[in-house]
Every structure is written in structure tokens, then in C-alpha cells.
């Protein structure tokens, strides 16, 4: 494992962190298994967990917190996210701040997270959802200077829209902000443009999300796949978008560099084996096992890449970044 600076924090966080959305009671999650592979993540270096609140009304969080007593030897930085008291995603301008993060709210849910996590403070505490609009707003400015002068959260961070990357720049100017949360991978690389190079201009944090689109990029989707009612899959990968989709992942594989294997979506096992895997391109070499992996990363590449962020989706160090218009036909 290879660590990096978190931005502003100084703490050094492995490359690969674990995102665990999946473990929050939705579609093929088991809670044994979660635990095994949070253990096998801690053993393989895996120092920063991301999880949320809303990842099933705290379960995700309950059982990261069985993992950090498991392993309470081990280090690791933890971070969350606060729901919007209004529960709706995306944020909208048009949603008052009063309505998603009151200062009342804000507490209440870190206060929650604390204890679902069985931890004394909460290393990153995330707003799960944001609109920029907000960010002049002075409760929720004195809600985490509050939460941060007294030592219940070591740093601030925001989790932007999908397809939003710039929907933060605001808040980030107010010197509040130490991360943000940014989906980021080969088909959707448009923090390049303004997001990356602010916030390595300014020393914030970046964690890159959804690096394998879904799962379009663990080469496990076919034209017929589907999932159970209520799984968010069903909507992202409508039928014309997991068309799409297929084409562009199978014009990707001339790509790969030989060698290159991506561990399946759930087991375990053939996570760290290859078992089960096929060659497809991930961002920056994120890969899952029972959950999303989430990567987080300072801005600066160790490898001499010209992109602000570090890499472009596990190629950028090897092949020339393509132009916007190629970005957009791939």
C-alpha cells in the first residue's frame, strides 16, 4: 500500500480507501462478509474508510465501528457524511439551507455518527449533499467551528452532485472546506478543468468516487443486466445509458495495459487473487471488494502525470490525456 498527504490534515492515508455504501443493508449485502473484508482491507494496509449516515440510517457506520474495535491497533482515519434534514438528493438551488443543514441538524447527525461509530471524534465529517448557494450561509459556518473547537470533528469536507464539479468552489473559498468528494473517473473526467487545479492551488484534499462507474468498469455488465426493485443500478443503467455504456467500455479494452486485472464487484477472495477478473482500466487502480472503493487522494502526482489530480482513470501516467472532445466520444 502507498500512502499520501490529505491535503490541509497532514494525515497520511493509504491510496486506496474504502468506500462502504454497499454495506448499508441494500442489494447482496451481508454483514459477515462486510466484516471479513473490512478486516482483510485493514491487514492490507487500507488505512481510510468513507461511510455515511444514510448508508442504511447508520448500519454502514455501526459496522465500521465493530471493524475499528476489531482492529484498534491499527490506525485509520474515518469519514462520514450528514444527510440533508430534507433527505433529498441531489441538492437543488432552489432547496432554502434552512431546509438541509441547519445548525441544530448538523449536530444532531454528528452526534448520531459518533455514536454508531463508537469513536470520540469523527477524523472527516461530510455534507452528503451540496449546492453552493449555501455557502454564504453563517449556520453552518458556526455549526462546524463549533463541532471542530470542540474536538468532535478534525476536518470539513463536501460531497458534490454527480455531473456538478464546480457546484462548490464557493464554499471551498470560505477556507472552511479541507476535502471534497467528486465522482471522478475515465467517462466523467470534468474535475480536471476547474476543480482539480483549485484545490491544488489551495491544499485541499480530493476524494475521487465511483472510480469504476457503478461497476460498468469491473467488465462483469452485459446487455441484460438488472437488479433487484429499489437498487439505485436500475436507474443509473436505464437501458440506453447501459448500452451506451458497454460500447464505451469495449472501446476501452485495446487499452489495457497487459497484466492489468480488476477484482469482481463482491467476493473477497478474488480481490486481492484476480480470480474472477477482467482486464479493465480503474481509476488510478481503485478496485472493490463488498463495497465501493473510494481513493483518497492530495492533489500532485508522484509519477510526473500532467493532470492536477494525479492520474486519469489507471492510464494517465501511461498515454497522453485526450482532448475534450475526445473525453466526450469515448
Not at 52 to 81: C, F, H
Not at 196 to 224: K, N
Not at 270 to 290: E, I, K, N, V, Y
Request: charged share 25%; net charge neutral; hydrophobic share 35%.
Amino acid at each position: 500500500m502507498r500512502y499520501r498527504r490529505f491535503g490541509p490534515t497532514g494525515w497520511q492515508v493509504s491510496e486506496i480507501g474504502y468506500g462502504m455504501w454497499g454495506m448499508g443493508g441494500w442489494t447482496g449485502s451481508d454483514d459477515e462478509e462486510s466484516l471479513r473484508a473490512l478486516d482483510h482491507a485493514f491487514a492490507l494496509g487500507c488505512n481510510f474508510f468513507d461511510t455515511a449516515w444514510a448508508y442504511g440510517m447508520g448500519k454502514s457506520e455501526t459496522l465500521l465501528g465493530q471493524a475499528l474495535r476489531a482492529n484498534r491497533d491499527i490506525p485509520a482515519v474515518v469519514a462520514t457524511k450528514m444527510p440533508p434534514k430534507n433527505l433529498k438528493w441531489p441538492a437543488r438551488a432552489e432547496y432554502p439551507v434552512h431546509e438541509a443543514y441547519p445548525p441544530d441538524h448538523i449536530r444532531e447527525y454528528t452526534e448520531k455518527s459518533l455514536q454508531n461509530l463508537g469513536v470520540p471524534a469523527i477524523d472527516l465529517q461530510q455534507f452528503h449533499v451540496w449546492s453552493d448557494v449555501w455557502a454564504e450561509d453563517t449556520g453552518w459556518q458556526r455549526a462546524i467551528d463549533d463541532l471542530k473547537r470542540e474536538r468532535l470533528v478534525r476536518a470539513v469536507g463536501i460531497s458534490t452532485n454527480r455531473w456538478e464539479a464546480t457546484n462548490v468552489l464557493r464554499a471551498l473559498e470560505t477556507g472552511l472546506i479541507d476535502c471534497v468528494q467528486v465522482v471522478y473517473n475515465v467517462f466523467d473526467q470534468a474535475p480536471e478543468d476547474e476543480l482539480f487545479p483549485y484545490c491544488q492551488a489551495h491544499d485541499i484534499a480530493v476524494i475521487a468516487r465511483v472510480p469504476l462507474d457503478e461497476g460498468s468498469l469491473t467488465g462483469t455488465l452485459t446487455p441484460d443486466s438488472k437488479w433487484p426493485e429499489g437498487d439505485w443500478r436500475n436507474v443509473y443503467f436505464n437501458r440506453d445509458h447501459l448500452s451506451a455504456t458497454l460500447a464505451r467500455v469495449n472501446r476501452l479494452m485495446p487499452l489495457v495495459p497487459d497484466g492489468m486485472d480488476l477484482p469482481s464487484w463482491r467476493s473477497g477472495s478474488s480481490s486481492s487473487t484476480g480470480r474472477s477478473a477482467r482486464r479493465f482500466p480503474a481509476c488510478a487502480g481503485r478496485s472493490t471488494w463488498s463495497g465501493t472503493w473510494e481513493r483518497a487522494m492530495a492533489s500532485g502526482c508522484r509519477r510526473g502525470c500532467t493532470t492536477p489530480s494525479g492520474r486519469i482513470a489507471g492510464i494517465a501516467c501511461r498515454t497522453r490525456r485526450p482532448d475534450r472532445t475526445a473525453r466526450a466520444t469515448l
